[in-house]
């Protein structure tokens, strides 16, 4: 998506001058001074507020003005900003918090600071220049710098700089720049986004994505990097193990910068410079983080292809001259290398965490390892795999502190003020926490931060920690049951999107717990959970994995829901797959998008739109030309007969709707709208739907749940068309057939396969649908779609409170993605939609029928017939 920038810059204005618009809120953890220290907030304005973002300035907290940009992300439907991207950087003392101001003034400032700017061409050679350091880049190959100048003295061997990929028979494959692209570009940071294929003349291995982010006045540079498989996994059978013909296997990962004068230079490190720990220097000098350092590092969530782990000692070693010097569990380590006039910092964000990893130095290089040739195995990555490292340089004189880089590991925590979100609008239904008095929904989606078994402490169960884990919430609600000698590995992936639930709590309280679960997910969600392919069937590329299935070990399927390990061994059930329009969450991506700016999640959320729409597209061959329809993919649920309501085509339309808001896209639009007509209609029978069905039919809920969400988004957009009718009159025909048949599900538990505490979690989207049908419904129907939101909420929260497994993953996760609502719907009991005038008549519903249809059920009563056969015949044998 191509985004606006509109930079700012110093402005001679005193506070009184100019009007105040909203906060922004820094806080201080670590105890230190943070001196002009870069900050990146993505903030939501209300509409028609920001109409010229030139005339935006920002305030620190002594009210004189500051340098920042401004990246336009989103806007309203009459073009005011909605969601905008600030950079700019900050001074805290230790420990404190402090506020800026985002002000208005009344005259345009934006042209100021326009000379100033760090990008320059000559030809395909690319340099830039903060003011402080100049770095040239290396055009053809991803080094990434061909030098690194400061006061006129160079800071590298000149082209001996590299990023070295070395797959396991020891090849060397050189990483080859295709396009350089300016993803933003301003007075304070400019970031170019790299792309290209670590490969031969004839062959390429692995592609890589780079965001290379550098700084006015500064010598530091942030390096996201993201290693990725674009092969197809092979998966025989829907299996998707570890050790797949489509994965790649290699050695080691690492960004080596050859450092030029070795005169009396020196490197030192420290393991945890925020503790103040011990300061190591020597001739050579290693950090190595092996496992988590946690006590079940050796759990089996980390086996390889082969069923085996292959960590060899609990946490991080310090060598010096090939001497251990010290140990420990957890680093977070800054790696220096200094001579007389300059200074190298580096440090990897999340090092223990994403294990293995290892920062190295010498007098003439220092070496950031991201898949560290130390490890006892190869490394492998899927097909349709990537992991993304940030990397932190800071080139500077050498008056600078050891641990100038030890901030990376405990950033400044920024934030706006929860009653500005929710005045914002950006978010619908948001009430900030202090106005919620459901004191019982409260302490549960709060054990989730707070307590003896937080989802930070389920990490430590099975160890949820390593480069392909890390940010993944443990599925302990799988587990019930489980009697093994260790614990049972499952993952949850982002079902039902954790990643938004955790995100608007965090809005509604400005509390940075929900905000740290939320951009941990949502990383490893955007890396692991995607299938980042095009050269397998529609179907599947670009899609999302389920979550571990339901009861079974991970085993070598890690995130990948099928395992050969839990195939029926006589092949009597069917079993495999992969990933399916069920399980496709888009809103939390997208919102970590609008804070963050993060290019990776809005490249994501429009994956997954186009992943709707090209598996439904109709199959091609002399078949697809014989029978046009679609092929039904995006909107059954269950079934692949069954195109009604349901999670599939709910789902598919929510991520479809966020395609639109994203890129403002027709066919995402369109698409979504076909859908809904395909799925429901005003006139519905709807008891042939057999929606009492709760095992196969509950999530009629959640297609109705993203009707409401359909119709907020047509009411912002101010298109009361036929469409918004039509999805009214659905929304309110079903809402009230639920009003004669349905109850909690706890009084009909004996209707359901496994009666858990979850089915009474998921009464609360009962409620959630009660709320959009009083919001639509008319003054004689309102009450009453009330009165029966309100009764499943309470019965939602206090029927859950009565198992014993209340607060196991799944239950909280559905309460905090859906129970925020209520409290606002309490607050404004008399909200109401606007009311189209126009009269239209829909027809009579038709139903839909996918491509092939008649040859799928023609097989699949073939295959009724030799099952029925085989169990006649004696020992079930033909």
Known sequence: MKTSVA?????????????????????????????????????????GIVVDSTQLVLLDQEGHSCLFQMQVLARWPDGSVKWALFDFFSTVGPHQTVEYTVGRSHESHGGAPSEFSMIHREGDALTVDTGKVCFALNPTMFQPF??????????????????VLTDDSGKVWDPRISTVEVEASGPVRVTLRVEGSFSTDLTAMADFIARLSFFRDSGLVALAFTLRNPRA??????????????????????????????????????????????????????????????????????????GQVMNTFPGYRVTVADSVVEEGSRATPVIQWENEHQCVSATIDGFWQNFPKALEGNRDQITLRLFPHQYHDVFELQGGEQKTHKLYLCFDHVAQERESLGWI???????????????????????????????????????IIIGEHTFFDRREIIDEYGWRNFGEVYADHEAVGHRGPFPRISHYNNQYDVINGLLVEFLRTGEHRWYELAQDLARHVIDIDIYHTKEDRPAYNGGMFWHTDHY????????????????????????????????????????????????LASDTVEGLADWVIEMDQRRSGVLGFIDRRPRGLASASTHRDYHGPGRGGGNSINALIDGYRLTQNIKYLSKAEELI????????????????????????????????????????????????????????????????????????????????????????????????????????????????????????????????????????????????????????PDESAPVSSKTVTYGRPRSFAPQLHELYTLREWAISVVGDVKRLMPFGKV
């Open 409 to 447: 590991h405990a950033p400044l925590m920024v934030r706006n003020d929860p009653e500005w979100y929710a005045k914002s609008k950006a978010v619908n239904y948001l009430l900030p926490r202090n106005h919620d008095k459901n004191d019982a929904y409260l302490r549960l989606i709060d054990c």
């Open 146 to 163: 061909e030098q690194v100048v400061m006061n006129g003295l160079s800071f590298l061997d000149q082209g001996k700089s590299a990023f």
């Open 233 to 306: 996994a092979c998966h025989p059978g829907g299996m998707w193990d570890l050790g797949d013909d489509g994965s790649i296997f290699f050695r080691d990962l690492s960004l080596q910068l050859a450092l030029s004068s070795t005169n009396g230079s020196s490197v030192t490190c420290q393991a945890r410079p925020s503790l103040s720990s011990q300061l190591h220097e020597g001739s050579r000098v290693q950090v190595y983080q092996d496992s988590s350092g946690g006590e079940n590092w050796k759990s089996t969530n980390h086996v390889n292809r082969l």
């Open 677 to 828: 007509r395909r799925c429901i209609h005003p006139h519905d029978r709807i008891e042939e739907r057999n929606l009492t069905d709760i095992e196969y039919r509950w999530s009629y809920l959640v297609f109705l749940q993203v009707l409401g969400t359909y119709l907020d988004f047509k009411i912002e957009c101010d298109a009361l068309d036929e469409m918004y009718g039509y999805a009214k009159a659905s929304l309110l025909h079903y809402a009230e057939w639920m009003v004669k048949h349905e109850v909690p599900y706890k009084q009909v538990l004996d209707r359901v396969q496994i009666p858990t505490e979850t089915w009474s979690a998921q009464d609360i989207r009962k409620s959630n649908v009660y709320k959009f049908a009083a919001k639509h419904a008319d003054n004689t129907k309102r009450s009453m779609f009330l009165q029966k939101s309100e009764f499943f909420f309470s019965a939602s929260v206090s029927d859950l409170l009565s198992f014993k497994t209340c607060r196991l993953t799944r239950p909280l996760v559905l309460l905090l993605v859906n129970g925020y609502l209520h409290a606002y719907f309490q607050a404004n």
């Open 7 to 47: 930079p700012s810059g110093k402005l001679s204005l005193v506070k009184t001058s100019v009007e105040n618009v909203c906060p922004i809120i820094l806080r201080e953890t670590l105890g230190v001074d943070r001196i002009h220290e870069p900050v990146t907030i993505g903030l939501p304005f209300p509409i």
């Open 552 to 599: 079974f070990d991970a085993s070598t399927g890690t995130h990948r829901a099928f395992s050969r390990a839990n195939k029926d061994p006589d092949g009597v059930q069917d079993y495999g797959g992969g990933p399916s329009n069920e399980h496709n969450y888009t809103s939390g991506l997208l919102l970590y998008y609008f804070l963050t700016g993060d290019s």
